[in-house]
């Protein structure tokens, strides 16, 4: 019975909210590299003059340029990103997944279609506030007359609307669904391979290194996988619409406008920045995923009282 009790399923509701603020624990860490990352794919569009020969200089010129409010531009954007994209793609990943396994049913393929199933749902639902996030952090990066100067991720989702309609709110949304699956199934099931690797054959335990291993080869898969598709979606997300016409048509058009003025290394731009965001991440995730679960087991569902009676 206490062993029952211990290893009992946390309700889906409890499940969304602890990745939700774990992703936001987790952003308040990596959101400049974001923003860096945001620049550098901006970087030299369509041929035009690179804004940045490379990373080291992209840290440089928005120091100089920006100061460390620069660093942190549509940070409001990004805590609701992760309130609603995290918290849905992880939330239902871990009880899908939860329920395979309670019913045997947990093989690659099936782990992977819910991976897959649940990265896409997210992307749908969050695809306004995912474009917010690219919008702000990439502001600052434009002449002063061409920024759209959004005070916090509400003002900027209501200009949206306003100026580009429903339409404008969920614009790229096909490129972020696959981005979402690839990067979803990539990151959740790589890092769970490599942690079982890593216990089975390093004869690691359960702990902070065993975690930080397993997420730096995660971040290596996760970002490689989807850089390209991230890429567009910046781009897409990031266009102007001038006379009612977007720059780009859609996937297909940016991503041959891109190879064919920008070359094929121009797909993985920013990688560098995804990387060393995606890494330290994933680690921060999990550990605050950790801590909150323990939390929520403890003090919700009293689960150290229980087993003390038995």
């Not at 099931?189 to 995660?218: C, F, I, R």
Request: glycine share 8%; aromatic share 10%; charged share 20%.
């Amino acid at each position: 019975m206490p062993e029952e009790k211990k290893k009992q399923s946390l309700p889906f509701f409890a499940n969304c909210l602890i990745a939700g603020f774990s992703g936001m624990g987790a952003a308040v860490f990596v959101h400049p590299l974001e923003v860096l990352k945001f620049r550098m794919q901006l970087s030299g569009e369509k041929g035009s003059t690179v804004d940045h020969k490379n990373s080291f200089q992209a840290i440089v010129n928005m120091a100089k340029k920006e100061k460390l409010s620069g660093f942190y531009g549509g940070i409001t954007a990004n805590f609701t990103r992760q309130l609603v994209f995290t918290s849905t793609r992880i939330g239902t990943y871990t009880t899908l997944s939860e329920k395979l396994k309670k019913h045997g049913q947990d093989t690659v393929i099936n782990n992977a279609i819910v991976s897959m199933s649940a990265g896409a749902m997210a992307a749908v639902i969050a695809t306004p506030t995912d474009i917010a996030v690219v919008r702000m952090t990439a502001d600052g990066r434009l002449p002063p007359e061409s920024r759209r100067n959004y005070k916090h991720v509400f003002d900027a989702l209501h200009k949206i609307h306003r100026d580009e309609g429903v339409k404008g709110l969920w614009r790229g949304t096909v490129v972020t669904v696959n981005r979402a699956m690839v990067a979803n199934v990539t990151q959740l099931m790589s890092y769970d391979t490599a942690k079982k690797y890593l216990k089975d054959n390093q004869n690691m335990e359960e702990g902070l290194k065993l975690h930080t291993l397993s997420s730096m080869v995660s971040g290596i898969m996760y970002s490689v996988c989807s850089n390209p598709m991230d890429v567009f979606k910046t781009r897409i997300q990031q266009q102007k619409i001038i006379d009612g016409k977007p720059e780009y048509s859609g996937m297909v058009d940016v991503a041959t406008t891109l190879v064919k003025t920008e070359g094929i290394t121009a797909l993985w731009k920013g990688w560098p920045f995804y990387y060393l965001r995606i890494a330290p991440a994933t680690v921060l995730l999990f550990v605050f995923m950790e801590q909150l679960n323990k939390g929520y087991r403890k003090y919700v569902l009293h689960e150290e009282q229980e087993n003390k009676r038995n």
